[in-house]
C-alpha cells in the first residue's frame, strides 16, 4: 500500500512540473527551439522515438557493413577489399553496430512509448533519468567506431577474446575506445532497466495486478532483470580487459604469463552474452504476443504459461553460457550437463511457439502487415530454434564450431527473431505513435521481400557451414562461390529491401491516413482506449483497471477482458 501511494504521489508531482508539456510556441516557429526542446525533453513517448531514430540511424550503418562483406565474398579471392586487416574489423563492428546499437535501443524505444501506457501511468517513473539513458548512446557509438577515422579498427571480433584483444597483439586506440563505447552502452541499458522496473512495479494504474499486465510489458520487465543481472558481469569483464591494455606488466587478469586465463574473459562474456540473446528476442516475444491476440481477435491463449515460460527462458538463460565454448576443453561431465541445459531452453520456447499457433487456431485472422511479420517470425524463428539444438550437441558442435552453420543459426535468431518481431510491433503500434496508418500495400511489399531474401541469405549458409567453410576469413576454398553468391545477392536484396520501410515510415507520418483511437478495431490493452496519438499525459484522468465478466465473441468483436478508465 506504501509503495502505491508513494507513486499516486509520483504521479502528481510528474503532473505538477509539467513533464509531458507540449511543445511551446517558440518552439513551433525556432528549428533550433524546436530541436532542444526534442533533446531535453523527459516525455516518455519523445524519448521512445528518438531511441527508434538511432536504431534506425544505426541499423542503415550497421547494414552497410554487412552488404560490404558480403560482396567481398561475393566471389573468391580478394575482390571489393583489398587490404585483409581492414575485413576482419567488419564483422565485429557489424555484429556491435546491430546488437548494441539497434536492436537492444530498438526494443527500448518502443517500450518507452507502449509500457507506460499499457500500466496507466502518465511517464516512467524517473524521466530525466530516461533521458540521461538515451544520450549515453549517442557518444557510445562514436567512441565505439572512432577506429574508422583514425584507422585503428580492432580486429578481434564483437568478442575481444584474449590474447587477440590485449595490447600485444591489439596495440592500437580504437580497440580502447571499443571497450570503453561497449561499457557506457552497459550503464545505459542499467539506467533503462532500472527506470523501467521501477514504473511496473509502483506506477501500475489502480487495480492492476502483475498477472494482469499485457505480455509486452511482461517481456520488458523479464528482460530489464536479465539486464541488471547481466550487464555488470560484462562491465567487469571489459573494465579488467582495460586495465589489463593500459597497465601491462600490472594487471594479468587474463595474460598466463602473470598467472591469469584467457578463458576465464570467455565465461564472463558470455555469462552476459548469452542472457543478451534473450535481451534481444524476449521483447520480440512480448510484441508477437500482442499482435497475435489483436490480429487473430481472441485473448492470448495460456496467459500464465506464457508468463512463467518467460520467467522460465530467463532463468535457464543464466544456466547455458558455457555452450559457447564447448572447443575449449573444458571437462566433458561439464559440457553435458550444458549441453542438457541448452536443449532444456526449447521447452519453454516450445510453450510459447504453441500458444501462439492455438491463438490464432480459430481465430478470425485478418493478416495486415503487422500480422504477416508475426506469423513469419513463428516459421523462421523455429528454424533457428532447431538449429540451436542441433549445436547444442557436443558431438555436433565441436565440428560445426566457427563455421557458417553458427552465422546462420544466430541469424535466423536474431534477423528472423528479433528484425522481424521488430517490424511487427513498429507496424502494429505507428497508428499509435502518430495518428496515421502507414501504406499497407508499401508494408506488404516490404514484408515479402524481407521475409524472401532473409532466407536466401542465410538458409544457405547452414550448407556452407556443415560443408567446412569458417566464418570471419577473407578469403575460402572456389567450390563456395556459387553459394556465397547466392548469399550475397539476397543481403544487398534485403538490405535495399529496408528503404520501403524507411520511406513507408516517413511518407505516412505526415500524409496517411488518419487512425481511430483503437486503430485495429479490436485492441483490448489500455493503449487502444485513449487517443491516437496519445496526449501529453496519456490520461486525461487517473485510470484504474477493473476486469469485467466475459462476454461472446462475435466475429468482429474482440471480447474477453475489457478495460476502462475515468472520463
Not at 493478416?367 to 530454434?385: E, K, R, S, V
Amino acid at each position: 500500500m506504501q509503495a502505491h501511494k508513494a507513486a499516486r504521489h509520483r504521479i502528481m508531482e510528474i503532473k505538477a512540473k509539467g513533464y509531458l508539456s507540449p511543445l511551446t510556441e517558440e518552439a513551433k516557429t525556432s528549428l533550433w527551439v524546436y530541436l532542444k526542446e526534442w533533446a531535453c525533453t523527459t516525455d516518455a513517448k519523445r524519448i521512445g522515438i528518438m531511441y527508434l531514430l538511432f536504431a534506425t540511424f544505426m541499423a542503415i550503418w550497421g547494414g552497410i557493413l554487412s552488404v560490404i562483406i558480403r560482396l567481398e565474398l561475393a566471389q573468391h579471392g580478394p575482390d571489393l577489399i583489398m587490404d585483409a586487416s581492414f575485413y576482419n574489423a567488419l564483422p565485429g563492428m557489424h555484429a556491435t553496430a546491430m546488437i548494441f546499437f539497434f536492436i537492444i535501443p530498438a526494443f527500448t524505444g518502443v517500450a518507452n512509448f507502449v509500457v507506460p501506457i499499457q500500466i496507466g501511468a502518465p511517464d516512467m517513473a524517473f524521466p530525466k533519468l530516461n533521458n540521461a539513458a538515451f544520450w549515453i548512446l549517442p557518444p557510445a557509438a562514436i567512441l565505439t567506431f572512432a577506429g574508422f577515422f583514425m584507422n585503428s579498427l580492432p580486429e578481434f571480433g564483437w568478442t575481444a577474446y584474449p590474447p587477440l584483444s590485449n595490447s600485444v597483439y591489439s596495440p592500437i586506440w580504437g580497440a580502447d575506445f571499443w571497450v570503453i563505447g561497449l561499457i557506457l552502452v552497459g550503464v545505459s541499458s542499467t539506467l533503462g532497466a532500472v527506470n523501467f522496473l521501477a514504473t511496473v512495479f509502483n506506477m501500475r494504474c489502480k487495480g492492476m495486478k502483475l498477472f494482469q499486465l499485457p505480455l509486452f510489458t511482461w517481456a520488458m520487465t523479464v528482460t530489464s532483470f536479465l539486464i541488471l543481472a547481466a550487464t555488470p558481469v560484462l562491465t567487469s569483464a571489459l573494465l579488467m580487459l582495460t586495465f589489463e591494455r593500459m597497465f601491462p606488466g600490472v594487471f594479468y587478469f587474463f595474460n598466463p604469463a602473470g598467472g591469469g586465463d584467457p578463458i576465464l574473459y570467455q565465461h564472463l562474456f558470455w555469462f552476459y552474452s548469452h542472457p543478451a540473446v534473450y535481451i534481444m528476442i524476449l521483447p520480440g516475444f512480448g510484441m508477437v504476443s500482442e499482435v497475435i491476440q489483436v490480429f487473430s481477435r481472441k485473448h492470448i491463449f495460456g496467459y500464465v504459461l506464457m508468463v512463467w515460460s518467460m520467467i522460465a527462458i530467463a532463468v535457464l538463460g543464466f544456466l547455458v553460457w558455457a555452450h559457447h565454448m564447448f572447443a575449449t576443453g573444458i571437462a566433458l561431465e561439464i559440457r553435458v550437463g550444458f549441453m542438457f541445459l541448452t536443449m532444456l531452453i526449447a521447452v519453454p520456447t516450445g510453450i510459447k511457439i504453441f500458444s501462439w499457433l492455438a491463438t490464432m487456431w480459430g481465430g478470425s485472422i485478418k493478416f495486415d502487415t503487422p500480422m504477416l511479420f508475426a506469423t513469419a517470425f513463428l516459421g523462421m524463428f523455429t528454424i533457428g530454434g532447431l538449429s540451436g539444438v542441433v549445436v547444442a550437441a557436443v558431438p555436433v558442435d565441436i565440428q560445426l564450431h566457427d563455421t557458417y552453420y553458427v552465422v546462420a543459426h544466430i541469424h535466423y535468431v536474431l534477423v528472423a527473431g528479433s528484425l522481424m518481431t521488430a517490424f511487427a510491433g513498429v507496424y502494429f503500434w505507428f497508428p499509435k505513435f502518430t495518428g496515421r496508418f502507414y501504406n499497407e500495400l508499401l508494408g506488404k511489399v516490404h514484408f515479402w521481400l524481407t521475409a524472401i531474401f532473409i532466407n536466401v541469405t542465410f538458409f544457405i549458409q547452414h550448407w556452407l557451414g556443415m560443408k567446412g567453410m569458417p566464418r570471419r576469413y577473407y578469403d575460402y576454398d572456389p567450390s563456395f562461390e556459387l553459394a556465397n553468391l547466392i548469399s550475397s545477392v539476397g543481403s544487398v536484396v534485403l538490405f535495399l529491401a529496408q528503404f520501403i520501410f524507411i520511406a513507408n515510415m516517413i511518407w505516412s507520418w505526415r500524409n496517411g491516413k488518419v487512425a481511430e483511437d483503437n486503430a485495429w478495431k479490436d485492441g483490448f490493452t489500455l493503449e487502444w482506449q485513449i487517443t491516437s496519438p496519445p496526449d501529453h499525459h496519456n490520461f486525461h484522468h487517473e485510470p484504474y483497471w477493473k476486469p469485467l465478466i466475459r462476454q461472446h465473441v462475435g466475429p468482429d468483436q474482440p471480447g474477453g477482458l475489457w478495460h476502462r478508465y475515468d472520463d
